[in-house]
């Protein structure tokens, strides 16, 4: 079999390439042995199933705030900038891939993205809405660790198999985001949380890989937990 093939969403906005920038992504992709392909926004349901179609596993990438409405509440006093094209391109995306059981990774603004595809829901601002959250968006260059994440779950879980780390036992993580997960999806599992209880990590139980992780491991490039991750999914899109 040759390379898989690993789609991975971006933005069109210059101000979202520059934040969030793309070549970590497909740089961590191809240590872990796969080619990236690039999925800009799209609209329709007939597009994303024939570009999913071609492809052997999907990331989700991170950026900016989701949509009030997509989430079906008000906007918060604190919600940040947000795309709506982008987001109704990875909530079609997100859901075709869980509904397909194709290997599938959220990071950061992807976790929150496949939370919200699959039923469950966001904080918009958790400083806000979380009174015990401490400072997620961290003071410091990206691949920079800055708070542990604990892993919960069972020893089975795929989080706690991928980094070889028991459960009870704590990673550090860096961390570049202001919303999270309020409540995870039915048939997902959290396997990883921040000091403050925010759910930093879950999984999809019974997939073949369904992943997301809130931090960015595609910045942590010396940190060999990171780069595990995506190790984890190119084998799971080996494993057709």
Known sequence: MGRPIVGITVAHLAE???????AFY?????RAGALSLLIPPLDDPSAAEAILRRLDGLVLSGGGDIAPL??????HLLI?????KRDISELLLARQALE???????ICRGIQVMAVAAGGSIYQDISSQYSAALEHRQHAPR????HEAALTGPAESLLSTLLEVAPGSAIQVNSFHHQAIAQTPSGFRVNAVAPDGVIEGME??????????QWHPESMTEDVYAQRIFSGLVRSCRNT
């Not at 997509?70 to 906007?75: F, K, M, Q, V």
């Not at 940040?80 to 709506?84: A, H, I």
């Not at 691949?143 to 800055?146: A, I, L, M, N, Q």
């Not at 999809?204 to 992780?213: E, F, S």
Request: with cysteine; charged share 20%; glycine share 10%.
């Open 16 to 22: 979202e390439l520059q934040t969030f920038p793309r």
């Open 26 to 30: 497909v740089e961590s992709m191809h």
């Open 70 to 75: 997509l989430l079906g509440e008000t906007p």
């Open 80 to 84: 940040g900038n947000c795309q709506p």
């Open 100 to 106: 397909q059981d194709l290997p599938l990774l959220g």
């Open 143 to 146: 691949e920079s660790p800055w």
């Open 204 to 213: 999809k139980i019974h997939a073949r890989y369904c992943l997301g992780v």
